[in-house]
């Protein structure tokens, strides 16, 4: 029995030491040395010839990133503490074009400074380096973290993103880049720097309404995973996505980049879209998130950003505070790796009426404390030299010191330490709150495998991006964000060859001509489409309105009446008066449409909606090919005079019965 016991001990104790026996990374380097221990590969990323614990993968993440925490200079822990944007050759974000070469996948080398608020125009207190060329960015301010505004091929975003990574592993410790950007899937109509990158290579999804719009969790999380490989394949490890904000205030100009008005819709998608991000850890497939904006960003006064002066308040009760936070407490539970606070400044509440980037309360109190949140605070662009919305009479050491104190790890918008180092160095910020957000930026590029493994194939970027299969899942989606609101005596789906007159009406800034007669290039089966209204048994428009870009605002009061935002509606009304019509409208803000349709209109038959999608999906729907099934993601007025009388902080269904000319939740399916 003595003998067979220390057998089984022993048969046990060797399964485990199998099960516990590390298993050896891809390492992929340019510069570092290869080391080989014990029959295991390293990267010497130090290039002093032996193992360092934070080179060796088989420790946990925690050991790493305090060894090289240990052995940083001052001046790189500074640069680990900023992100700001990068440019590749060509790529002229934030500028005027200085020549019509096209974007290559090499550096760009030059420094765009500024010394006014690109919002506002007003002075800054110190000129901002937002962008340093690339080299002196890395090897001179130690920076490695990074924004990519430019819009090119996955081929050169993957090449820029080797050249990248191999110039931060030939600079010092070899720390490696971690580059982020905004969303690249959707359909907007708002594509600007610091919004959403618009009409990409990447495959092509509804528009952050739309998803919500599907009521589909699982395609949502499918979604999720798509844009993750095709994300990873180019080198892209980090979104400053996706927006928790509910969009209660019907009037502010990012509506379109949030899940709508309900939380627990909000919640819900959110929730699948960090777990398709990240998975259910950071890892070497994972690109990490950065939700925003805490703790939520929606309740604006009038409907006006708070990158502008006269849109810093956020009107909130203590009770819609709370139901704001429902969808960032499902982001932290998915495991979200980072959360970037707003610019807003508290009205109403407990906390003191400063911008949350500055706001202890907010950030320390209920972020850290009550939320349990572990990751990465990262301030929004700016909010010390341009919007330090309730700390204004503070120097800029005075703000690095307030907004430490607050819990920011990450600042995001300029490229140059120098004050943060003054602000150490003056003892306005303690060595303590630097290390500690230093070590949660190294965690995170740890647990992401950067420090193995941080390049791409380019190739294989070229086959992954895009690719026929991942746009095959978007179609559907495209179609499943479409809601049908009304269908007067049962004209959808339309009968068998009716003739159909299809026009869009998309008012582009610039552009004189807003209306557009659609026609497929291949006839469809179902429908017979003609060139004039004369020729039509039904008319179907199109109408998308354009309020004016975020950052064109200028404090004027804003509106959702259709007249107000680009669209003739007397020219619609007369498109429509003659033939049943079927009107299609595009939601970015939950438009008021009075002036065209109301429930007593007797020629527009049917009404959908849409939140970025495609004539051809629009067409299946209206053809019975796809039966509808998306539902509002929040209620639209029934008039001007209800926007301009709600309460900002709540969504429309509390807003009283009379005040919805369609509910949140309602579709019709045939």
């Given at each position: 029995?003595?003998?067979?016991?220390?057998?089984?001990?022993?048969?046990a104790l060797?399964?485990?030491?199998?099960?516990?026996?590390?298993?050896?990374?891809?390492?992929k380097?340019?510069?570092?040395?290869?080391?080989?221990l014990?029959g295991?590969?390293?990267?010497?990323l130090?290039?002093?010839?032996?193992l360092d614990?934070?080179?060796?993968?088989?420790?946990?993440?925690?050991?790493?990133?305090?060894?090289?925490?240990?052995?940083?200079?001052?001046e790189?822990?500074?640069?680990?503490?900023?992100?700001?944007?990068?440019?590749?050759?060509n790529?002229?974000?934030?500028?005027?074009?200085?020549?019509?070469?096209?974007?290559?996948?090499?550096?760009?080398?030059?420094?765009l400074?500024?010394k006014?608020?690109?919002?506002?125009?007003?002075?800054?207190?110190?000129?901002?380096?937002?962008?340093?060329?690339?080299?002196?960015?890395?090897?001179?301010?130690?920076?490695?973290?990074?924004?990519?505004r430019?819009?090119t091929?996955?081929?050169?975003?993957?090449?820029?993103?080797?050249?990248?990574?191999?110039?931060?592993?030939?600079?010092?410790?070899?720390?490696?880049?971690?580059?982020?950007?905004?969303?690249?899937?959707?359909?907007?109509r708002?594509?600007?720097?610091g919004l959403?990158?618009?009409?990409?290579?990447?495959?092509?999804?509804?528009?952050?309404?739309?998803?919500a719009?599907?009521r589909?969790?699982?395609?949502v999380?499918?979604?999720?995973?798509?844009?993750?490989?095709?994300?990873?394949?180019?080198?892209?490890?980090?979104?400053?996505?996706?927006?928790?904000?509910?969009?209660?205030?019907?009037?502010?100009?990012?509506?379109?980049?949030?899940?709508?008005?309900?939380?627990?819709?909000?919640?819900?998608?959110?929730?699948?879209?960090?777990?398709?991000?990240?998975?259910?850890?950071?890892?070497?497939?994972?690109?990490?998130?950065?939700?925003?904006?805490?703790?939520?960003?929606?309740?604006?006064?009038?409907?006006?950003?708070?990158?502008?002066?006269?849109?810093?308040?956020?009107i909130?009760?203590?009770?819609?505070?709370r139901?704001n936070?429902?969808?960032?407490?499902?982001?932290i539970?998915?495991?979200?790796?980072?959360?970037?606070?707003?610019?807003?400044?508290?009205?109403?509440?407990?906390?003191?009426?400063?911008?949350?980037?500055y706001?202890?309360?907010?950030?320390?109190?209920?972020?850290?404390?009550?939320?349990?949140?572990?990751g990465?605070?990262?301030?929004?662009?700016?909010?010390?030299?341009?919007?330090?919305?309730?700390?204004?009479?503070?120097?800029?050491?005075?703000?690095?010191?307030?907004?430490?104190?607050?819990?920011?790890?990450?600042?995001?918008?300029?490229?140059?330490?120098?004050?943060?180092?003054?602000?150490?160095?003056?003892?306005?910020v303690?060595?303590?709150?630097?290390?500690?957000?230093?070590?949660?930026?190294?965690?995170?590029?740890?647990?992401?495998?950067?420090?193995?493994?941080?390049?791409?194939?380019?190739?294989?970027?070229k086959?992954?991006?895009?690719?026929?299969?991942?746009?095959?899942?978007?179609?559907?989606?495209?179609r499943?964000?479409i809601?049908?609101?009304?269908?007067?005596?049962?004209?959808?789906?339309?009968?068998?060859?009716?003739?159909?007159?299809?026009?869009t009406y998309?008012?582009?800034?610039?552009?004189?001509?807003?209306?557009?007669?659609?026609?497929?290039?291949?006839?469809?089966?179902?429908?017979?489409?003609?060139?004039?209204?004369?020729?039509?048994?039904?008319?179907?428009v199109?109408?998308a309105?354009?309020?004016?870009?975020?950052?064109?605002?200028?404090?004027?009061?804003?509106h959702?009446?259709?007249s107000?935002?680009?669209?003739?509606?007397?020219?619609?009304?007369?498109?429509?008066?003659?033939?049943?019509?079927?009107?299609?409208?595009?939601y970015?803000?939950?438009?008021?449409?009075?002036?065209?349709?109301?429930?007593?209109t007797?020629?527009?038959?049917?009404?959908?909606?849409?939140?970025?999608?495609?004539?051809?999906?629009?067409?299946?729907?209206?053809?019975?090919?796809?039966?509808p099934?998306?539902?509002m993601p929040?209620?639209t007025?029934?008039?001007?005079?209800?926007?301009?009388?709600?309460?900002?902080?709540?969504?429309?269904?509390?807003?009283?019965?009379?005040?919805?000319?369609?509910?949140?939740?309602?579709?019709?399916?045939?």
């Amino acid at each position: 029995m003595k003998t067979l016991l220390t057998t089984t001990a022993f048969l046990a104790l060797a399964a485990f030491s199998i099960a516990q026996k590390p298993v050896q990374p891809e390492l992929k380097a340019t510069s570092a040395p290869i080391l080989t221990l014990q029959g295991y590969q390293f990267k010497d990323l130090n290039k002093n010839g032996k193992l360092d614990k934070y080179e060796d993968w088989r420790l946990p993440v925690e050991i790493r990133a305090k060894d090289l925490l240990s052995k940083m200079s001052v001046e790189q822990k500074a640069g680990m503490m900023l992100i700001s944007t990068t440019r590749l050759e060509n790529d002229w974000s934030f500028e005027k074009p200085k020549t019509t070469a096209p974007v290559t996948g090499r550096f760009n080398e030059t420094d765009l400074v500024m010394k006014e608020n690109m919002f506002t125009r007003l002075p800054m207190p110190v000129a901002q380096l937002f962008a340093a060329g690339t080299t002196r960015g890395v090897t001179k301010l130690h920076l490695r973290n990074f924004i990519l505004r430019v819009n090119t091929a996955p081929e050169i975003l993957a090449e820029w993103s080797n050249h990248l990574q191999a110039l931060c592993e030939s600079d010092g410790l070899g720390i490696p880049a971690i580059v982020t950007s905004n969303p690249r899937n959707h359909i907007t109509r708002d594509a600007s720097i610091g919004l959403s990158v618009g009409k990409t290579a990447f495959s092509t999804w509804p528009g952050e309404l739309g998803l919500a719009a599907m009521r589909d969790p699982k395609l949502v999380r499918e979604f999720a995973d798509i844009a993750r490989r095709e994300w990873t394949a180019v080198g892209l490890r980090k979104g400053y996505m996706y927006m928790a904000d509910l969009a209660t205030e019907p009037r502010w100009q990012r509506v379109e980049g949030t899940f709508g008005e309900n939380p627990g819709l909000a919640a819900e998608t959110m929730r699948e879209i960090v777990l398709g991000f990240q998975g259910e850890k950071l890892s070497q497939g994972s690109v990490a998130l950065t939700v925003k904006h805490f703790p939520g960003g929606g309740a604006t006064e009038g409907g006006q950003d708070p990158h502008f002066p006269w849109g810093k308040r956020a009107i909130l009760s203590e009770r819609t505070l709370r139901d704001n936070l429902i969808p960032f407490k499902a982001a932290i539970d998915a495991g979200v790796s980072a959360i970037m606070p707003y610019y807003s400044l508290p009205v109403g509440t407990k906390y003191e009426e400063v911008a949350y980037a500055y706001n202890k309360g907010i950030l320390q109190d209920l972020l850290r404390k009550e939320l349990g949140f572990k990751g990465i605070i990262n301030s929004d662009t700016g909010p010390i030299d341009m919007m330090p919305w309730g700390v204004e009479d503070l120097n800029v050491t005075e703000r690095y010191k307030k907004s430490q104190e607050a819990g920011i790890n990450l600042y995001s918008g300029s490229g140059d330490p120098t004050e943060l180092l003054k602000a150490i160095a003056a003892g306005a910020v303690k060595m303590k709150t630097v290390n500690e957000s230093v070590y949660l930026l190294l965690k995170e590029k740890f647990e992401l495998g950067l420090f193995e493994n941080p390049y791409v194939d380019v190739q294989k970027a070229k086959e992954t991006v895009g690719n026929p299969g991942f746009q095959e899942r978007a179609e559907l989606a495209l179609r499943k964000s479409i809601v049908l609101l009304r269908n007067h005596d049962k004209l959808l789906p339309l009968k068998e060859k009716t003739k159909v007159y299809f026009e869009t009406y998309f008012p582009q800034k610039g552009k004189a001509q807003a209306s557009q007669v659609y026609l497929p290039a291949v006839q469809h089966p179902v429908i017979e489409f003609v060139q004039t209204p004369g020729e039509a048994e039904v008319v179907l428009v199109w109408v998308a309105p354009g309020a004016k870009s975020l950052f064109d605002s200028k404090g004027e009061p804003l509106h959702l009446s259709l007249s107000k935002n680009g669209i003739n509606t007397c020219y619609i009304n007369c498109l429509t008066a003659g033939k049943p019509a079927v009107l299609v409208m595009n939601y970015t803000n939950p438009w008021v449409i009075d002036e065209i349709y109301n429930e007593n209109t007797k020629n527009i038959k049917a009404v959908l909606a849409t939140f970025g999608t495609t004539p051809e999906a629009i067409i299946d729907v209206i053809s019975g090919t796809f039966n509808p099934s998306g539902k509002m993601p929040f209620s639209t007025p029934r008039t001007e005079e209800a926007v301009q009388n709600n309460r900002p902080d709540v969504p429309g269904y509390e807003e009283g019965p009379e005040y919805a000319l369609f509910n949140f939740g309602e579709g019709l399916s045939y």
